[in-house]
């Protein structure tokens, strides 16, 4: 115990005690101490001042590997979101459903593939054994697509679900009961449902005054749905749209991207035009009705 005073005094006592023993046995504190300049000595303070400078030091690369680094990745990303969809849209190559409602499988798809464009052909995994395909952009090729598709498109981040939806569409055809066709594919331009579907409908050639029913369903799609007629087919036709967000939950999508979706259903026979007196007979009869 007697080294560990010594010790003590050492190191903060000069070796000496901390008081003056006076008048017999009392003793009193001493109080030289106080009267010692009050600012710290030199080589304590160029000491301290070196540690202020590693904290800084350490400071900054902490902020700069968090805060700065994460707001350089967030510029970035949002270039490359911009980038992205400054590509053409997916509205100017879709194909007119129209065209395809009377083809079988094989020639929808050959008369796709007409126009140069690459598809990926996923009908081998679809119910039913549907056809299903997805038009590649321009600049992806179609094992980055594949690549990009291995846990869906709702995995991907916005920069890389940007670059594989913009000039992207999907084309499913579907022939368990009636026949319909439905094409889908994002929307980076228009700004809202409302004017997305008026593009499609002009795309497709929808006449608007063949519109029999618009509105909003219960799911939230805006919709317009009308009637035409393809060859010798009476069909249906429906076009909707909603934000991207309700359909993938992407951090960072520009927030006023749509989902667009035109289907073509194929009702029954195309009405004849009488000939002749059946003209007159036929003016009487009930006009069909097609849901």
């Known amino acids: 115990m007697a080294d560990f005073h010594k010790l003590v005094d050492h190191l903060f006592y000069n070796g000496k005690r901390g008081y003056t023993r006076t008048d017999g046995s009392i003793d009193y ?17 160029i000491f301290v001042a070196v540690l202020v400078v590693i904290a800084i030091v350490i400071g900054f690369f902490i902020i700069r590997g968090t805060v700065i680094d994460t707001l350089r990745t967030t510029i970035l990303a949002e270039q490359t979101i911009n980038e992205n969809i ?3 849209a997916s509205i100017d190559s879709i194909p007119k459903v129209a065209d395809l409602i009377n083809l079988g499988d094989e020639m929808i798809l050959s008369t796709l593939q007409a126009s140069g464009d690459s598809f990926l052909n996923s009908s081998e995994n679809s119910e039913n054994g549907n056809l299903v395909v997805r038009r590649a952009p321009k600049d992806i090729t179609l094992d980055e697509i594949a690549n990009l598709l291995t846990h869906g498109v709702g995995a991907l981040n916005a920069a890389d679900a940007t670059r594989l939806l913009t000039g992207s569409w999907t084309l499913n ?9 439905v094409v889908r594919y994002a929307d980076f331009v228009t700004g809202n449902p409302q004017t997305a ?32 007629v393809a060859g010798d087919s009476q ?23 749509c989902y667009v979706g035109v289907r073509l259903t194929k009702v ?3 009405p004849t035009q009488p000939e002749g ?13 097609y849901y």
């Open 86 to 88: 400054s590509r053409p």
């Open 197 to 228: 579907i008026q593009n499609a409908m002009e795309k497709e050639g929808f006449d608007r005054n063949s519109v029999t029913e618009s509105g909003e369903d219960d799911s939230g799609n805006t919709f317009m749905t009308g009637t035409l």
């Open 173 to 181: 055809v579907e022939r368990t009961g009636a026949t319909s066709i």
């Open 277 to 289: 007196d059946q003209a007159s007979e036929s003016s009487t009869a009930e006009e069909p009705v």
């Open 235 to 257: 069909c249906i036709w429906r076009v909707s749209a909603l934000p991207l967000d309700d359909v993938y939950s992407i951090n960072g999508l520009p927030e006023d991207a």
């Open 29 to 45: 504190l001493d109080g030289t101490g106080l009267a010692r300049p009050a600012d710290m000595p030199k080589p304590q303070r």
């Open 268 to 270: 029954g026979d195309a």
